[in-house]
């Protein structure tokens, strides 16, 4: 069974940092793109991040996070990573990672975590 | 970037009721179109791939039609699990997500 459990979500000040992380298990990690989806309360779903699985380290991120966050995975460890830094209240969300269905490319989400809160607040 | 416009942004319906959800794609994006659903508290829950692919384990009353820029989701007779935000995705370029749909009774 594919289980990913994200953790690390927190409240943190305008302008810190937090780290991320999603757990996976049930499946070869190292074979799958993933990706980092939010959800700001009572909002829809926004794409974050993702990072190419394989051998390859190619990430992509959206406007509204680039230059701020860092995806990173450890295969060994089977765990997705995202560092936001300059975190800013509109970075407050549920933060889901997100399994994509192939190794290089960016196709669609056939698993997802629960989910993990961040609050970005004074 | 990809523009994704779903509507309605909020559909009333009854059980057994037919319903169909309408999501244009800014640009073509062939048959690169997901659907998700997504309930409170919980994570979205893959539906449709590739436009009409229905997922292994969803019912059959779910259907997904369209190409190009143009697509529909469709519950042919809703049952009571079935209250819930609908998303659309595309995945031609990247993602992108729709804005959502909320079916309520």
């Known amino acids: 069974e594919v289980r990913l459990v994200e953790s690390g979500g927190g409240l943190a000040q305008p302008g810190g940092s937090l780290r991320l992380s999603c757990a996976a298990s049930?499946?070869?990690?190292?074979?799958?793109?993933m990706s980092w989806v939010r959800q700001a309360p009572g909002k829809g779903l926004e794409w974050v991040s993702a990072i190419i699985g394989g051998s390859s380290d190619r990430t992509d991120y959206a406007d509204s996070v680039k230059g701020r966050f860092t995806v990173s995975r450890d295969n060994s460890k089977n765990t997705l990573y995202l560092q936001m830094n300059s975190l800013r209240a509109e970075d407050t969300a549920v933060y889901y990672c997100a399994r994509d269905t192939v190794t290089t490319g960016t196709f669609y989400f056939d698993n997802w975590g629960q989910g993990t809160l961040v609050t970005v607040s004074s | 970037d990809i523009q994704m416009t779903q509507s309605p942004s909020t559909l009333s319906a009854s059980v057994g009721d037919r319903v169909t959800i309408t999501c244009r794609a800014s640009?073509?994006?062939?048959?690169?179109l997901a659907w998700y659903q997504q309930k409170p508290g919980k994570a979205p829950k893959l539906l449709i791939y590739k436009a009409s692919s229905l997922e292994s384990g969803v019912p059959s009353r779910f259907s997904g039609s369209g190409s190009g820029t143009e697509f529909t989701l469709t519950i042919s007779s809703l049952q009571p699990d079935d209250f819930a935000t609908y998303y659309c995705q595309q995945y031609q370029t990247i993602y992108t997500f729709g804005r959502g749909t909320k079916l309520e009774i």
């Open positions: 640009q073509s994006i062939s048959s690169y």
């Open positions: 049930g499946f070869t990690f190292s074979n799958y793109a």
